[in-house]
């Protein structure tokens, strides 16, 4: 029987992460702060990605304790999207998204020619703590995705490590802007989560690492000092958009109420680029042409099998994905620990019931 630690520990990337200085040039970060400001208001990534603290703390590698509200997770965090599936959402997007250095990052770092560029994102915070011990990224698997599957199977699927060879092989580059305060680094673990750490410390502007964040445990570190973290009136609902007083300037908003104005500077953008690649024109063609995709059914038969292989007496659930019962089955059965070692200069905060 495998423990939470060991499934953590089994957490190594395919290769080295790589970090990179002056990842866009002028132009593409103006682009991409253009498409910021032309989008929709955007959510927290809390109140974005789960629906409940067990969500939350399956996929960021905690233990689902008793008692622990999503509410203890409120921090002034927002993400959005600014291309998805290879399409771009803005004119100001797509020098990055389309980005030939960055595919050829992907390729590099794959040892493959066959890439497309995938995704694009952002999270964008005012200073605030981390309480994130470390966590991987949602993945991928041929057929199943965030669009079609639950955060928390998708995650548990990982931690099972029995869908390995059906997991999409992504890179991402990740890029922070982040040169207020020298707290507010990167912290990520390329040799497991039982490891040593490694870091990119703030201050950091345009710099960005190539990784394969799906297999590997990072995290934001806090940004700015404990004076500085929060912003009153921080609810679910609040959203983040341009300040429509100022041409350069942000603000964050809880229904009619502006809660907070901000400079560029005075807030950490992270932008998320995502390239999925192939091993080879007959991996690509297994993929798109859905040869040998997963499906619910088949995820679902395979845990199954599994857990009674580990003398876990459990009965076929009608609904397995609105069933809360097999669901907080999965979530305790492939559990997942965290990493055990810190940087000193930035510590984790965890929530306590
Ligand atoms: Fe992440």
């Given at each position: 029987m495998i423990n939470p630690d060991?499934?953590?520990?089994?957490?190594?990337?395919?290769?080295?992460?790589?970090?990179?200085d002056d990842v866009y040039t002028p132009d593409?970060?103006?682009?991409?702060?253009?498409?910021?400001?032309?989008?929709?208001?955007?959510?927290?990534?809390?109140?974005?990605?789960?629906?409940?603290?067990?969500?939350?703390?399956?996929?960021?590698?905690?233990?689902?304790?008793?008692?622990?509200?999503?509410?203890?997770?409120?921090?002034?965090?927002?993400?959005?999207?600014?291309?998805?599936?290879?399409?771009?959402?803005?004119?100001?997007?797509?020098?990055?998204?389309?980005?030939?250095?960055?595919l050829n990052w992907a390729r590099r770092y794959r040892k493959t020619d066959y890439v497309c560029a995938r995704q694009l994102h952002f999270n964008v915070a005012s200073?605030?703590?981390?309480?994130?011990?470390?966590?991987?990224?949602?993945?991928?698997?041929?057929?199943?995705s965030h669009t079609n599957t639950p955060i928390w199977l998708l995650s548990v699927m990982a931690n099972s490590r029995l869908f390995e060879e059906y997991k999409s092989k992504l890179v991402a580059v990740v890029t922070w802007f982040w040169r207020t305060s020298d707290q507010g680094g990167f912290t990520y673990w390329p040799d497991g989560a039982d490891k040593a750490p490694q870091r990119i410390a703030a201050p950091l502007w345009n710099r960005g690492i190539v990784a394969e964040n799906e297999s590997m445990?990072?995290?934001?570190?806090?940004?700015?000092?404990?004076?500085?973290?929060?912003?009153?009136?921080?609810?679910?609902?609040?959203?983040?958009?341009?300040?429509?007083?100022?041409?350069?300037?942000?603000?964050?908003?809880?229904?009619?109420?502006?809660i907070g104005r901000f400079a560029t500077e005075e807030l950490r953008w992270l932008f998320h680029w995502t390239a999925l690649t192939f091993t080879d024109y007959q991996d690509f063609k297994r993929h798109v042409d859905h040869l040998d995709d997963l499906t619910h059914e088949r995820v679902i038969d395979t845990l199954l099998r599994d857990l009674r292989g580990q003398g876990i007496g459990i009965a076929t659930p009608s609904d397995p994905l609105h069933d809360e019962e097999?669901?907080?089955?999965?979530?305790?059965?492939?559990?997942i620990g965290s990493p055990k070692i810190y940087p000193p200069e930035a510590p984790v905060y965890r929530a306590a019931a």
């Amino acid at each position: 029987m495998i423990n939470p630690d060991q499934r953590a520990a089994a957490f190594i990337p395919s290769a080295p992460p790589v970090v990179m200085d002056d990842v866009y040039t002028p132009d593409q970060i103006d682009g991409l702060l253009d498409a910021v400001r032309a989008g929709p208001p955007r959510r927290l990534l809390t109140a974005e990605l789960f629906s409940s603290a067990e969500e939350l703390m399956i996929a960021t590698s905690g233990s689902v304790a008793e008692g622990v509200t999503l509410d203890q997770f409120l921090d002034p965090m927002f993400r959005g999207d600014l291309g998805q599936h290879g399409a771009s959402f803005h004119p100001g997007a797509d020098a990055v998204l389309y980005n030939e250095k960055l595919l050829n990052w992907a390729r590099r770092y794959r040892k493959t020619d066959y890439v497309c560029a995938r995704q694009l994102h952002f999270n964008v915070a005012s200073p605030m703590k981390c309480q994130d011990p470390g966590h991987y990224d949602s993945p991928s698997f041929r057929g199943l995705s965030h669009t079609n599957t639950p955060i928390w199977l998708l995650s548990v699927m990982a931690n099972s490590r029995l869908f390995e060879e059906y997991k999409s092989k992504l890179v991402a580059v990740v890029t922070w802007f982040w040169r207020t305060s020298d707290q507010g680094g990167f912290t990520y673990w390329p040799d497991g989560a039982d490891k040593a750490p490694q870091r990119i410390a703030a201050p950091l502007w345009n710099r960005g690492i190539v990784a394969e964040n799906e297999s590997m445990f990072h995290r934001g570190e806090s940004i700015g000092t404990p004076d500085q973290w929060g912003v009153p009136g921080l609810t679910f609902d609040s959203v983040f958009e341009g300040d429509p007083d100022s041409a350069s300037g942000w603000r964050m908003r809880s229904g009619d109420t502006v809660i907070g104005r901000f400079a560029t500077e005075e807030l950490r953008w992270l932008f998320h680029w995502t390239a999925l690649t192939f091993t080879d024109y007959q991996d690509f063609k297994r993929h798109v042409d859905h040869l040998d995709d997963l499906t619910h059914e088949r995820v679902i038969d395979t845990l199954l099998r599994d857990l009674r292989g580990q003398g876990i007496g459990i009965a076929t659930p009608s609904d397995p994905l609105h069933d809360e019962e097999f669901k907080m089955t999965l979530l305790r059965n492939y559990a997942i620990g965290s990493p055990k070692i810190y940087p000193p200069e930035a510590p984790v905060y965890r929530a306590a019931a």
